[in-house]
């Protein structure tokens, strides 16, 4: 069972630059296409995007499209988000999740078969 630990979470003003990393452990990365989902206060769990295991196909949400990349590094057992152009709404708790299938970028967080604890990203206007 792989576990995953997302990291680079802080406070951003708005207009500014994240990357968040999803380090794997207990499994290889290239085996599970890769998702990540945020959690805004009150809010349901939302997906943001994924990335295939080869990491030559994404997905985004709608409302991240063009200012949010994944890529990933199999190497290092290791995903990136990385988010420029960031605005109060992206404020959330972001977490990385991992899917077996490896068939389709899903976008239902059932989908998921493990997610990590999440990172915290407070962009302040």
């Known amino acids: 069972q792989v576990q995953l630990v997302e990291s680079g979470g802080g406070l951003v003003q708005a207009g500014g630059s994240l990357r968040l990393s999803c380090a794997a452990s207990g499994g290889a990365l290239n085996m599970y296409t890769m998702g990540w989902f945020r959690q805004a206060p009150g809010k349901e769990r939302e997906f943001v995007g994924a990335i295939n295991w080869r990491g030559g196909r994404t997905r985004y949400a709608d409302s991240v499209k063009g200012r949010f990349t994944l890529s990933r590094d199999n190497a290092k057992n290791t995903v990136y988000l990385q988010m420029i152009s960031l605005k109060p709404e992206d404020t959330a708790v972001y977490y990385c999740?991992?899917?077996?299938?490896?068939?389709?970028?899903?976008?239902?967080?059932?989908?998921?078969?493990?997610w990590g604890q999440g990172t915290q990203v407070i962009v302040s206007s």
């Open positions: 999740a991992a899917d077996r299938t490896r068939t389709a970028l899903q976008i239902a967080r059932v989908s998921y078969d493990y």
